[in-house]
């Protein structure tokens, strides 16, 4: 069985940091693309960053670019959030393509597995 399992969400101040990660089993997911992905209260949920099967490029949405980073080793998948602002508070989500060695996607319609979520409130 597939499944998605992020941790290390929390509440934090606004300018720090702090680390997601996403583990992934049930099949060989260091052949796949991930994502993550975020939903606000009364949003829609949108992109974050995405990482391609072999971790060689990484894409980021323009709001987080140069404040996140993400990273993989294998079957987990990391996001490293630094310089937070109260406008990223969300639930947080991991994601992964359902095509071996596809590269990322900007689309939550482009990823087949999530994660249930993982709650990120920035404080001011």
């Known amino acids: 069985q597939v499944q998605l399992v992020e941790s290390g969400g929390g509440l934090v101040q606004v300018g720090g940091s702090v680390r997601l990660s996403c583990v992934a089993s049930?099949?060989?997911?260091?052949?796949?693309?991930m994502g993550w992905f975020r939903q606000a209260p009364g949003k829609e949920r949108e992109f974050v960053a995405a990482?391609?099967?072999?971790?060689?490029g990484t894409y980021y949405a323009d709001s987080v670019k140069g404040r996140f980073t993400t990273s993989r080793d294998n079957a987990i998948m990391y996001l490293q959030m630094n310089s937070l602002k109260p406008e990223d508070t969300a639930v947080y989500y991991c994601?992964?393509?359902?095509?071996?060695?596809?590269?990322?996607?900007?689309?939550?319609?482009?990823?087949?597995?999530w994660g249930q979520g993982t709650q990120v409130t920035v404080s001011s």
């Open positions: 049930g099949r060989s997911f260091s052949r796949y693309a």
């Open positions: 990482i391609t099967w072999s971790g060689g």
């Open positions: 994601a992964a393509r359902g095509r071996e060695y596809s590269g990322g996607s900007v689309s939550p319609n482009g990823y087949n597995y």
